[in-house]
């Protein structure tokens, strides 16, 4: 299994970025995936996911609500996070993660994701 995340640049805040996580050896829309970010000195945080049935969340509080949505295209088994408003605090690597069970709730946590892409830079200028 293999994920590619891709769509990751540099924009000025305000802006908009899309990503793209495609896999390999995996049906997105047999399991869950979620987007995380990190940046540099923190932890790894979760930002976002959309379950097997096709049912999202996202990060709890003002973080990323309202802002950024993540969608999925079964038939090009590509999964998307749409971000818009973009903030210099938003400035991080942004990773997809797959959770191949067909598992009734959405983790939010590190270990419900066994496979991971590569990560893609985000930066949002002021």
């Known amino acids: 299994v293999q994920l590619q995340a891709s769509g990751g640049g540099l924009v000025q805040a305000g802006g908009s970025l899309r990503l793209s996580c495609e896999a390999s050896g995996l049906t997105f829309s047999r399991g869950a995936v979620g987007w995380f970010r990190q940046a540099p000195g923190k932890e790894r945080e979760f930002v976002a996911a959309i379950s097997w049935a096709g049912i999202t969340t996202s990060s709890d509080g003002d973080s990323v609500k309202g802002r950024f949505t993540i969608s999925r295209d079964n038939a090009k088994n590509t999964v998307y996070l749409q971000m818009d408003s973009l903030r210099p605090e938003d400035t991080a690597v942004y990773y997809c993660?797959?959770?191949?069970?067909?598992?009734?709730?959405?983790?939010?946590?590190?270990?419900?994701?066994?496979?991971w892409g590569q990560g893609t830079q985000v930066t949002v200028s002021s």
């Open positions: 993660a797959a959770d191949p069970t067909r598992s009734p709730r959405i983790g939010a946590g590190l270990r419900t994701y066994a496979y």
